[in-house]
């Protein structure tokens, strides 16, 4: 079944509001990562949680928030949302020793 | 900081000719290098990849080379097929840190 999912798929809503995006991985991986992709296809890193801790805090605004309440869970909560945060944004995870990453399908976030 | 450099930007081959992308990474401490293939609207996949105990790794029409000295490393796509049409991108990464930093991708269109 599916290995790591995300939830919503599309997300559009007005500037100011807050919202939440939130991911779940079944392959047993201890660490979890959020991604922005752009509009120009660039992929950065924005947060990565190791066994429920923050080990990559990357320069995002304050407004975004991670939370992970277990290692297949990790959730990103936008605060005053702007027109600039529209992207996708990629949840993956991996296992630590193994180097590799999976990524789940994304969610569109369109702020109008 | 790190970086990856990733060219060219868009490619262009006819059906059955060969394709090559090239990375160039910035630290010299990276020791894994993953190429993922993104199709339109969809998620980045992991298709081959390479440690730095390597030089080169091959998975059936795919290979990746790697030169640590010079610091980079290519992906090459032989007998290329309309399906092979996708977004690549590499990537490197350093043990211990996590974190994968992407090159700026590379637009392949295969024609038929």
């Known amino acids: 079944d599916t290995a790591v999912s995300q939830t919503p798929k599309y997300l559009v809503t007005q500037m100011g509001n807050d919202k939440s995006i939130k991911c779940e991985q079944n392959?047993?991986?201890?660490?979890m990562y959020w991604y922005k992709q752009d509009s120009k296809k660039f992929l950065k890193i924005m947060f990565s949680?190791?066994?429920?801790?923050?080990?990559i805090n990357e320069t995002v605004p304050n407004r975004f928030s991670p939370k992970s309440p277990d290692k297949a869970h990790l959730n990103l909560h936008i605060n005053s949302l702007e027109l600039g945060d529209s992207a996708v944004y990629f949840c993956a995870s991996s296992q630590v020793s193994a180097y590799e990453q999976y990524f789940g399908p994304g969610t569109r976030l369109t702020v109008t | 900081g790190e970086n990856v450099e990733q060219h060219p930007s868009t490619l262009s081959v006819q059906e059955g000719d060969s394709a090559v992308i090239k990375c160039t990474y910035s630290?010299?401490?990276?020791?894994?290098f993953p190429w993922y293939k993104q199709e339109l609207g969809k998620r980045p996949q992991l298709i081959i990849d390479i440690r730095s105990n390597v030089g080169e790794k091959k998975d059936q029409r795919i290979a990746v080379t790697l030169n640590k000295t010079a610091k980079h490393f290519s992906l090459h796509i032989t007998e290329t097929q309309p399906e092979d049409s996708a977004v690549y991108f590499c990537a490197a990464t350093t043990s211990g840190t996590y974190k994968y930093i992407f090159g700026t991708g590379t637009r392949l269109k295969v024609l038929a």
């Open positions: 630290d010299s401490a990276s020791n894994y």
């Open positions: 949680y190791n066994n429920k801790e923050l080990i």
């Open positions: 392959l047993g991986h201890d660490t």
